[in-house]
């Protein structure tokens, strides 16, 4: 016998409200992490492939705060000469409580850290390969 369909509830996901106060302590700790990924990566990177890696922004979004590279290419079958890739996204959870994922290849999200501190957040992604620009 078929089964009828059911409706049921399914309430939207409540973000956490991030502080301003909180965003400008989050971005100002990880500028001197991403300024060190620029001067590690930055000559290197630049020399070994048609891609150039161009500069390590970060921003806020919603409870999540990103760091990303962008990178120039010079490849003539490119769809943009311009993109950007993902590195490191930190979520807010509570007051300097926060997860820390990675963007894989298949394009999804990889949690690797749970409720950490900021500074334990940031060393992870200072000595981690994961978080590097390739």
């Not at 000559?43 to 590279?69: G, P, Q």
């Not at 590195?87 to 690797?112: C, K, M, Q």
């Amino acid at each position: 016998m078929k089964r009828k369909k059911q409706w049921i509830y399914s309430p939207k996901k409540v973000w956490p409200l991030v502080p301003s106060e909180t965003q400008q302590s989050v971005i100002g700790l990880t500028e001197p992490v991403i300024s060190r990924l620029i001067l590690r990566y930055f000559e290197s990177h630049n020399h070994r492939s048609k891609d150039s890696l161009m500069e390590i922004t970060s921003h806020w979004r919603r409870c999540y705060f990103y760091v990303v590279a962008n990178y120039h290419t010079t490849a003539k079958n490119a769809i943009s000469s311009d993109y950007e890739e993902n590195l490191a996204r930190l979520e807010y959870v509570g007051p300097d409580r926060y997860n820390l994922s990675y963007f894989r290849h298949t394009g999804v999200w990889f949690e690797i850290a749970r409720d950490q501190s900021l500074n334990d957040c940031l060393a992870i992604i200072a000595e981690n390969s994961f978080f590097h620009p390739l």
